[in-house]
């Protein structure tokens, strides 16, 4: 059981109707049969806010699948398997033993330090990114479609 799975419920709070491309029928059959977790998620502030059609706006949700990535292994030999400049979900625990779980786009690994650089659509120097500890990563989900 990923740690997703352990964090959520696992039968779905509401059905809601949207339209897919057919890729994306692809990719949610794909998850249905090897039983990755996938399902629209909200997103919550404007981190992810900009002006052009990347933009994943306050109120959005997006659909989503768990990448099949196991965390509990050296950041060594699964740093190559996080995706660059895409924007993701990321579950995690930060120092303080708090949950987690924000839309960025990572834009930098450093294999040696451990540590991703996370980076928000939103051009505002409030919403700058920063430097996150791969340890404090428990889960990542690829964002497939925004549904706005």
Not at 4 to 13: H, T
Not at 28 to 48: E, H
Not at 66 to 94: A, R
Request: net charge positive.
């Amino acid at each position: 059981m990923s740690a997703i799975q352990k964090e959520v419920r696992l039968q779905p709070s509401k059905t809601v109707e949207i339209t897919i491309s057919p890729d994306n029928k692809k990719i949610v059959k794909k998850c249905i049969a090897k039983n990755i977790v996938y399902g629209v998620f909200p997103i919550v502030g404007n981190s992810m806010t900009c002006n052009d059609e990347r933009s994943i706006p306050d109120g959005s949700q997006v659909l989503a699948y768990e990448l099949e990535i196991d965390f509990n292994k050296h950041f060594e030999s699964i740093w190559h398997l996080l995706p660059l400049n895409e924007p993701i979900l990321i579950m995690g625990t930060n120092r303080a033993g708090v949950k987690f779980f924000v839309c960025k786009t990572i834009i930098f690994i450093n294999a040696v330090s451990g540590y991703v650089y996370l980076k928000s659509y939103n051009p505002d120097p409030a919403y700058n990114g920063g430097g996150l500890a791969f340890s404090s990563i428990e889960s990542i989900l690829k964002v497939i479609q925004i549904i706005k």
